[in-house]
């Protein structure tokens, strides 16, 4: 156990519907990342916040978009999905200082749009 | 371009050492890792290695950088069949964020 949470583990919803998926760091820890993992793109990054600020961007489509709470935790949400957008969404997070090259990933946001 | 390869699957026997292999594009990148991927679980951080370090020790594990040609391995002693599961490779630019490989599954027999 990463000590990263995610919720929920699975969502399954309709095309064109908008879902939020749900990430608690892990204690201390000040930045999140979320990636995505799909057959043909593997693992992707998707963007990354420090400490309530977006610090980092990939490729990270404009329907969807993120936040990070005064509380650290972060938040996913994606909106007019696509077939193309069922995939395992992963956060991750990282402690502050020398040990922010270390990223802890949580069990992952089972997504799928039917 | 951003791609780190990796063969897409290895099988060993129980007992033997196995050696997954990773390339990598950027001479940039700072750090290089390890993450192991369970069936339905999340990726396990394995293990890193400071891109200035030719090798480093953790237990069963033992990984190589070749910074001259790219190259990435880690080096699984005594294999168990726990051990089975998708190994991927990862590398830290300058930002940080990881790119990663591929995916090697790893199938450990009896």
């Known amino acids: 156990d990463s000590g990263v949470t995610q919720t929920p583990k699975h969502l399954i919803t309709a095309t064109g519907q908008r879902v939020t998926l749900r990430c608690s760091p892990r204690?201390?820890?000040?930045?999140v990342y979320w990636y995505q993992q799909s057959l043909d793109q593997g693992l992707q990054f998707l963007i990354q916040y420090y400490n309530g600020e977006e610090r980092a961007k990939g490729n990270i489509l404009e329907r969807f978009s993120a936040q990070q709470f005064p509380d650290l935790h972060s938040e996913l949400n994606l909106s007019s999905l696509e077939l193309g957008d069922s995939a395992l969404y992963f956060c991750a997070s990282s402690p502050p200082g020398t040990g922010r090259y270390e990223q802890y990933f949580g069990p992952g946001t089972r997504l799928t749009v039917t | 371009g951003e791609d780190v390869e990796q063969s897409l699957f290895l099988s060993v026997r129980e007992g033997d050492s196995s050696v997954i292999n990773c390339t990598y594009t950027?001479?940039?990148?700072?750090?290089l890792y390890w993450y192991k991927q369970e069936p339905g679980a999340g990726l396990q951080l394995l293990t890193y290695i400071f891109s200035n370090m030719d090798m480093k020790q953790d237990q069963r594990l033992t990984v190589l950088l070749n910074k001259k040609d790219k190259h990435l391995s880690l080096r699984i002693a005594d294999t168990q069949t726990g051990d089975s599961a998708i190994y991927f490779c990862?590398?830290?630019?300058?930002?940080?964020?990881?790119?990663f490989g591929t995916g090697t599954r790893l199938q450990v027999f009896p």
């Open positions: 204690s201390g820890d000040l930045s």
């Open positions: 950027d001479s940039s990148s700072t750090y």
């Open positions: 990862a590398e830290k630019r300058s930002t940080d964020k990881l790119i």
